[in-house]
């Protein structure tokens, strides 16, 4: 099968992967991409220096990582969410800001440092899903 032939069936899949996720799984999928980026973006900056498409490359990857972040952010619900939105608020804004620098700066530090905390909140947020799902079908079933 041509190499563009499975590229059109990936984005077929993952496409309607997004169309039947549930809104706890879109989240999972956006940190999921906004880790592919950052590891893109650390990837360019470790690179030599003089590796052609360098610049453009982290400067792309830093910038579609900010844009899921800031989605991440827009989609915090503070009437419900309390202190916990908050929370979450204030740490993508600094995610954010420490991108920003990172970009400017082509410093690979600020990328590795929001890396290892987006990964922490990703584990952590795919960990409630599991808990929510086991609680669920546990319920479904009458053991609760």
Same mark, same amino acid.
């Given at each position: 099968?041509?190499?563009?032939? +499975?590229?059109? @069936? ?37 690179? %030599?220096?003089?590796? %052609? ?5 982290? $400067?792309? $990857?830093? /910038?579609?990582?900010?844009? /899921?972040? =800031?989605?991440?952010? +827009? ?7 309390? *202190?916990?939105?908050? $929370?979450?608020?204030?740490? @993508?804004?600094?995610? /954010?800001?420490?991108?920003? =620098?990172? $970009?400017?700066?082509?410093?690979? *530090? %600020?990328? /590795? ?13 795919? *960990? ?17």
């Amino acid at each position: 099968m041509p190499p563009t032939m +499975a590229q059109g @069936y990936a984005r077929a899949y993952q496409s309607q992967s997004v169309l039947t996720a549930s809104p706890g799984h879109l989240v999972l999928m956006l940190y999921d991409g906004a880790l592919r980026f950052l590891g893109h973006a650390r990837d360019a900056l470790q690179a %030599p220096e003089d590796s %052609p498409r360098r610049i453009e490359i982290i $400067n792309t $990857n830093l /910038i579609k990582a900010q844009n /899921i972040l =800031a989605e991440l952010r +827009a989609s915090l619900n503070h009437d419900a969410g309390g *202190e916990h939105s908050a $929370n979450l608020d204030r740490l @993508y804004d600094y995610y /954010i800001r420490r991108l920003l =620098a990172a $970009n400017m700066r082509k410093d690979v *530090e %600020p990328v /590795i440092e929001v890396e290892t905390l987006v990964r922490s909140l990703r584990d952590g947020w795919a *960990e409630m899903l599991c808990a929510h799902e086991t609680e669920r079908l546990q319920h479904a079933r009458g053991v609760a």
